[in-house]
Each structure stands twice: as structure tokens, then as C-alpha cells.
């Protein structure tokens, strides 16, 4: 599975002095970050599109999910995320970006409390702008909304797995209610696994 996964890997990342930002990890997108003024406290972030770099690329460029690592407690970043597909009526109607501060399993999801301007440019390249203070060493994800990884998913199709398995117990003598199968669908070009999951009522199977 970790081989599947790297395949994922958006692997651009970029450092300015303290500051690194990346997005290399499951479902994390920027193609490039440019520092906007001399004290390093602005930063254009552009996203890459969807499949980008691939045969089967399209014109989807919103999504953006990016780490910044390295910056202290109190600092108070500026942020540009550009190249981004037409969103105004979503911002228009209070639209947030999330955050999330630290990489722990208590660390949670939330919208950004700073106010969000938007602006449209040339060949209607969409952009947001906010600022965000930091309220510690740790790091802080930033994502265009709530992300649900592939990785994640993963998991918990694992856990699925684990649970409804005869080897940790279940049985479907004592419970016949859930039907539950792991099978590989496919492979794509770079042999990758396209796993595919039943989950549903045994008597909805049968039937």
C-alpha cells in the first residue's frame, strides 16, 4: 500500500529560510510558491490542476492542500492561493478555506476564522487572499475544504476489513446482517491498485 500511495504524492515543496511549505503527502496540491515581499511574510501559492504532469489532465485547478512548517508562534502570514477555477459565488456567500494546526490525532479541522478576499484576473483566473496569525511552533495544514485523503480512505476500508474479518473474531453464524467484501477491481497504468468495496445487508446480497 505505501507504494500505491507514493504514486499519489504531489512531491513540490519550497523553503524561505525558516519557512518550508509542501504538499507532499496524500491528496496535497500546490505547484508552486513565490515569496511576495523582503520580510518573507507573503507568499503566492499556485495550484496545480487535477492529474497535472499526466497523459489524462483537465482543467480543474481549485483544490489546494499544503503544510507550512517552520513558523513561530505569533507570526502572521499573508497568503495568495491563485490559478484557481472561477469560485465567486461560493466566497460570495461566505466561502472559508480550513486549517488545522499539528499532526496528531487530536489535531482538527476548521474554517478560517480571518476574512477572505477573492478576486478574478486576466483569462479568469480565480484568486483568494487571507492572513493568518500562527499560535505555535507547530505545523498547519491548509486545504481549499474539509480533505478526506485517499489515505484515509484506505484506512478506514481497513478497519472495515479488520472488523467484519473471522480472524478477529466476527461471524457470520452470530451476525448475518452485514455483508462485507474487499476485491481488487483493477490496475491502472502504473499498476496501482483500484480496490473495490461491498459493504450492504447479507440479506440484500443473497437476494
Known amino acids: 500500500m505505501a507504494e500505491l500511495l507514493n504514486l499519489l504524492i504531489n512531491n513540490d515543496d519550497c523553503t524561505f529560510g525558516a519557512l518550508e511549505f509542501s504538499s507532499e503527502f496524500c491528496s496535497g496540491n500546490i505547484a508552486a510558491v513565490e515569496q511576495l515581499d523582503d520580510a518573507g511574510t507573503s507568499f503566492e501559492l499556485t495550484t496545480a490542476a487535477d492529474c497535472a504532469g ?10 489546494f492542500y499544503y503544510v507550512v512548517r517552520g513558523a513561530k508562534k505569533d507570526l502572521n502570514l499573508t497568503m495568495v492561493v491563485s490559478n484557481m477555477n472561477p469560485q465567486t459565488k461560493m466566497f460570495n456567500q461566505g466561502m472559508k478555506p480550513c486549517y488545522k494546526v499539528g499532526d496528531g490525532p487530536s489535531a482538527k479541522w476548521e474554517r478560517l476564522p480571518s476574512d477572505i478576499s477573492h478576486s478574478v484576473g486576466e483569462g479568469r483566473i480565480f484568486e483568494i487572499k487571507f ?4 499560535s505555535s511552533d507547530a505545523p498547519v495544514y ?7 485523503s ?8 481497513d478497519a472495515y476489513a479488520k472488523l467484519f474479518s473471522p480472524a478477529c473474531g466476527y461471524s457470520r453464524a452470530r451476525d448475518d446482517s452485514v455483508y462485507f467484501e474487499r476485491e481488487v477491481l483493477t490496475t491502472d497504468s502504473r499498476h496501482a491498485l483500484a480496490p473495490t468495496h461491498t459493504h450492504t445487508h447479507a440479506c440484500a446480497h443473497t437476494n
Open 54 to 63: 499526466m497523459a489524462c489532465v483537465t482543467g480543474y485547478r481549485t483544490w
Open 142 to 148: 491548509f486545504a481549499f475544504c474539509y480533505p478526506y
Open 150 to 157: 485517499f489515505e484515509e480512505t484506505v484506512k478506514k476500508c
Open 131 to 134: 492572513r493568518f496569525r500562527f
